[in-house]
């Protein structure tokens, strides 16, 4: 479904008529084509800074110089395209002036499609109750800087960043300040070292990040999944594509675009784990990245809600997923392995119904926020054997399922965020092939939303 | 040729889509639908996706230009790897058995490992071409080079009288008899009764409907668009009803009906043919082997004496005596029914001490078979005949009834235009 606003308001025989009608005006937003290169963040300008005492700056400095970019050692009268701040020396109430000081002069003058990452302690690792409070506090900082600079494309984000685990911010600054975070916006997550590095790491490579991996994705035969499928192939994996067989056409169109392969199942079918493991074990021995994206909604008022479509929801949404990483994450006697390897990558596709609620989607919005607690749950426990998990939360993503919306709710949908319009499918594809990428390795248990910040359960 | 011996030809899996009687369930599929969801079908069941096959065979007789490449863009749609070779081939009604053959020759020398022989047709969606003059015209104005040959070239192009289009026709280019016209003189020659014909209609659709009721197809045929078996089935058909139908080609003295003929059918089916060495290891049991063949053509023209779809007649001969085998040393028999008049013009004959002396060169008669185990799961009268894609739902019958059976041997017949005739046997 064409987004005609985001078109007349770009154009300029109607961008005039458009501001006049006092119509939101929302812009091109920058996204990238292609696969992962060496220096994604090439030519661009950054301004880095940093309250005293931080201790993420000197890390963050030639992380960035690598990745490309140039430094501007005079801010005034330039137009950056990137700002970084690091935060975690700031433990008071006076320490933020420092972040007054650093943004208020340049966030006039941030580029369109600029990018703003703010780097924070972990909050509950702070020595004490205020120096917690100031790092908490610096999430509802970046999310108001968030709404102010989104009319221009621009997003802010928050890394809290546990002491110790500065090199694992490269990869996550490389994502937050690129263009591939297009729609991830007004998000914090968290990094730590709680995942063990694979034992004698190579150098790690920054293009073709997934290759000689093997990804699952679920639901892969249209909009979000198949954008997946095809992003992971991109980046070298080798995608098993599964969806149910009433989308077979759609299936092995992913998968013929993909160089995948594709499995016809329906998750909710007892038989499909046992079937899909020995799938898996004769085609490609293991498994690195699975992406539970198969989902369906049957919405109606829970009063009008027919049993079988909350129990079709519970069970495609939220069972299935259960069944399959208890399938996936077994070790069976006979081979002592799981097929979801070590270094392995499991992404849960939330929704923000599951964290704001929505009206005639009690059975949805229960599944989604599960799988919300699932991830937070299974950190710990996965953690110990190197593979992380997260969730993805999308907002109003143009799909066929948004583009069947009446006019109202999805005009609603796609202009009540920051950014003022709907994202792609890929933006989400992007969000979660970062997540699985193995420079991600410290990002685990969290639920990031892709919804250019939806006003919807903010 | 690097190989010493010639190897045995495995039929592994087979799978086929429910036939459909022309303009009904897929009045708006496609050669090239059809055939892919079979081909997938058949993917899924023997877990072939992302395998490079060896090549995969089939074709179509009733086929769009554009679909010049058929096969390979199925295989492309199919799941298999793209690196997997495809062709086609045409060989009228002979084409499934045809391509079976071919992939089966190529397996047994050692060329290749694992095939699929396919094949697909339907008349719901037969191609129309323009008039032949209007053609002509455009490739004129197409190839012209002055101003004034370009205008030549269109003129005749808009003349009216030829935007009539062109038409498919189920007819003999030689002799400008339709199909069945020419097994209605056959039948006339041999002397098959009306009756007879009725009986083996009758049977036909009794055998089908009680392999269906038995579960029989339940691996080899999967469901497609809203069909879960073959709506040309009309299992409480009797010989006494089909009595009630009047004849097509000949109102007065014929004895072919709608009744006791196949049907323009829309189909497609595929199969999966490997070396012993592929399907263990994969661990796939074997259905049958593919032991022989034989491919046969006669003249039909009206001054010579053989009947249009009567090469079966000396293909099988030919290759029994190859095989060393006699007409009685099989436990089934698929003679595909083009027509029930051709199934018993072949038997005729076989039974003929005179034909079989002075136009087979035997000693003797053939003889007659157990028709007991004559089309013991129903043949194209019953189950439709989409041209190219009868070879392969009878490959895959008879495999299976092999299969159940423990051991055994089959012989397949299959009658085609242009006066051909494919035959093959089956052991296991």
Known sequence: MTDHLLHWANDPRTARLIRLLGLPQPVHLARAAGGYVEQPLAGRQVLAGGSPGGFALPAILPQLAQAGTTFLADPDGSSPDILVFDATGITTATDYRHLYDFFHPVVPRLATCGRVVVVAGLPEAQGSPVAAAAARGLEGFTRSLAKEIGKRGANANLLYLQHGAQHLLDEPLRFFCGPRCTFVDGQSLRITDQVPAPGAAPAQAHVQVLRGKVALVTGAARGIGAATAHRLAEEGAQVICLDVPADRDGLYETAARVGGLPFTADITDPATPHQLAGFLRQKVGTVDVVVHNAGITRDKTLGRMAPHHWDQVLAVNFGAIMALDAMLLAEPVATGSALLRAGGRILCLSSMGGIAGNRGQTNYAATKAALIGYVAAQAAPLARRGITINAVAPGFIETRMTAAMPLVPRELGRRLCSLGQGGQPRDVAELITFLASPGAIGVTGNTIRVCGQSLLGA | ?428
Request: net charge positive.
């Open chain 2, 1 to 428: 040729m690097n190989q010493q011996t010639v190897r045995r030809v495995a039929i592994v899996s087979a799978n086929r889509i429910p036939f459909a009687r022309s303009n009904t369930a897929y009045a708006r599929q496609s050669n090239q639908t059809m055939l892919t969801a079979t081909l997938r079908g058949l993917v899924e069941k023997a877990n072939l996706q992302g395998d490079r096959l060896g090549e995969v065979v089939g074709g179509a007789v009733m086929k769009h230009a554009r679909d010049w490449n058929l096969i390979r863009e199925c295989v492309l749609a199919s799941g298999l790897s793209p690196a997997t070779p495809a062709y086609d081939v045409t060989q009228a009604c002979g084409t499934g058995l045809e391509a079976t053959i071919l992939v089966a020759n190529k397996i047994a020398l050692g060329q290749i490992e694992v095939g699929i022989a396919c094949g697909v047709d339907t008349t719901s969606d037969a191609p129309v071409a323009v008039h032949r003059r209007l053609q002509r015209a455009l490739m004129d104005l197409n190839g012209a080079r002055t101003p004034v040959a370009r205008a030549s070239a269109l003129l005749r192009a808009l003349h009216p009288g030829n935007l009539l289009p062109e038409l498919p026709a189920n007819r003999e280019p030689r002799t400008g008899l339709s199909m069945g016209q020419h097994a209605e003189r056959t039948a006339q020659v041999w002397g098959i009764t009306r009756e007879d014909q009725d009986a083996l209609a009758a049977a036909s659709h009794q055998n089908l409907a009680a392999a269906y009721a038995s579960g029989f197809f339940d691996d080899l045929v999967m469901p497609f668009g809203r069909l879960t078996r073959d709506n040309t089935l009309r299992p409480d058909t009797t010989a006494g009803r089909l009595a009630s139908l009047r004849p097509v080609f000949d109102r007065r003295q014929g004895t072919i009906t709608a009744g006791n003929a196949s049907p323009l059918t829309d189909g497609a089916s595929a199969v999966l043919l490997a070396s012993e060495a592929w399907a263990q290891a994969r661990g796939m049991p074997v259905m049958a082997w593919f032991t022989h063949s034989e491919t046969a053509a006669v003249d039909f023209r009206e001054e010579a004496r053989d009947g249009l779809l009567m090469a079966p007649v000396y293909a099988v001969p030919r290759m029994l005596q190859r095989a060393g085998l006699g007409l009685q040393d099989f436990d089934f028999y698929e003679i595909h029914e083009a027509f029930a008049a051709v199934v018993l013009c072949t038997l005729a004959a076989w039974q003929s001490p005179r034909f079989c002396r002075d136009r087979l060169a035997l000693a003797d008669a053939l003889g007659t078979i157990d028709r007991t185990r004559l089309n013991v799961c129903g043949s194209s009268i019953a189950a439709g005949h989409p041209f190219a894609a009868t070879g392969g739902r009878v490959v895959a019958t008879l495999a299976k009834l092999l299969q159940q059976r423990g051991r055994g041997r089959g012989l397949i017949s299959i009658c085609a235009a242009g006066g051909q005739g494919v035959t093959a046997i089956l052991e296991r």
